[in-house]
Nanobody
């Protein structure tokens, strides 16, 4: 399976973007997650969604601003980002996990990663 993230770009403070993550090939996963990595920073968990059932999980830093959703039939996962701030500037990645709920925020539990899409928020 391969993942393709898209939808990044340049946006002003307070703006919105919707990222998409497309999976190609057959897969069986527990979660699809979104992460980001800013310059000189560690990869940061943002949100995850259970592929079967749709339960969602968010980092406190984005709760209320970001929304994760999915389309099982199209094997697409979305990250709607509202109220963007300059501190949201980073490369955003989607990833697949067969882990358990308690480890949904741990990058090490994700076995397949997309190539990343750049999000830049100007002040």
């Amino acid at each position: 399976v391969q993942l393709q993230a898209s939808g990044g770009g340049l946006v002003q403070t307070g703006g919105s973007l919707r990222l998409s993550c497309a999976a190609s090939g057959g897969f069986s996963v527990s979660f699809v997650g979104w992460f980001r990595q800013g310059p000189g920073k560690e990869r940061e968990f943002l949100a995850a969604i259970r592929w079967n059932g749709g339960a969602t999980y968010y980092a406190d830093s984005v709760k209320g601003r970001f929304t994760i959703s999915k389309d099982n039939a199209k094997k697409l996962t979305y990250l709607q980002m509202n109220g963007l701030k300059p501190s949201d500037t980073a490369v955003y990645f989607c990833a697949l996990s067969n882990g358990i709920t308690s480890s949904v925020s741990a990058p090490r539990m994700y076995h397949t990663w997309g190539q990343g899409t750049q999000v830049t928020v100007s002040s």
